[in-house]
């Protein structure tokens, strides 16, 4: 059965730096791994989309890396701002012919002034 | 921007009571999710649908549950004897080929009183 674990489960960082968010996973026969982020209440935005055959992908700010030999996917977020400030979800899809998102626990992230 | 729409955003219903949740794919997807994320745990698959069929559901997905696409638009989910244990957040999800990215709405908050 596939494990999802986030880790830390929290984050206090002040604005302006790097930070790294950690995704670990058991079963690294995975299809691909998305990125969310989620706001208080509110539904899940995809920030990011690794297949299993990329090492990494970009968007803006955002870096996130994949490697499935030794289950971990990671998502670097640089120049922090309070904006960030949400808790950020990996979720796999595994490669087993099942369409369903596997969940990891998440990080919450504040980013203070 | 498309987007995943769902309403209503707030439900209240006393035990036992139906529900049916409504959810607007983008239009152009052909795949299909409801997940659900009880308060402070982590979000959990319920059921995939593709071409008018349940693809996959999970051990949640009891008989209580059902799920319809009703016509070209709209992709529902029901509960027919709500329990306490519902209460929850529950997301739709669209994706356009399978493996695909998935693509989340701002979910339908359940309370089961």
């Known amino acids: 059965k596939q494990e999802v674990t986030q880790i830390p489960a929290a984050l206090s960082v002040p604005e302006g730096e790097n930070l790294v968010l950690n995704c670990s996973f058991t079963d690294s026969a995975i299809y691909n791994l998305q990125w969310f982020r989620q706001d208080p209440g509110k539904g899940l935005t995809s920030l990011l989309l690794i297949q299993s055959s990329q090492r990494e992908q970009t968007s803006g700010r955002l870096n996130a890396s994949l490697d499935k030999s030794s289950g971990r996917s990671t998502l670097y977020i640089a120049a922090s701002q309070p904006g960030d400030s949400a808790t950020y979800l990996c979720?796999?899809?595994?490669?087993?012919?099942?369409?369903?998102?596997?969940f990891g626990t998440g990080t919450r992230l504040l980013v203070s002034p | 921007e498309p987007e995943v729409t769902q309403t209503p955003s707030h439900q209240v219903t006393q035990m036992g009571q139906e529900v049916i949740l409504r959810c607007v794919p983008i239009?152009?997807?052909?795949?299909f999710y409801w997940y659900r994320q009880i308060l402070g745990q982590k979000v959990e698959f319920l059921v995939s649908?593709?071409?008018?069929?349940?693809?996959?559901k999970s051990e949640i997905f009891d008989d209580q549950f059902s799920v319809e696409r009703p016509d070209g638009s709209n992709f529902t989910l029901k509960i027919r004897s709500t329990k306490l244990e519902d209460s929850a957040m529950y997301f739709c999800?669209?994706?356009?080929?399978?493996?695909?990215?998935?693509?989340f709405g701002p979910g339908t908050r359940l309370t089961v009183l």
């Open positions: 999800a669209s994706s356009p080929l399978d493996y695909n990215e998935q693509f």
């Open positions: 979720a796999l899809l595994r490669d087993t012919g099942f369409q369903k998102l596997v």
């Open positions: 649908f593709y071409n008018n069929e349940i693809s996959e």
């Open positions: 239009s152009n997807h052909l795949y």
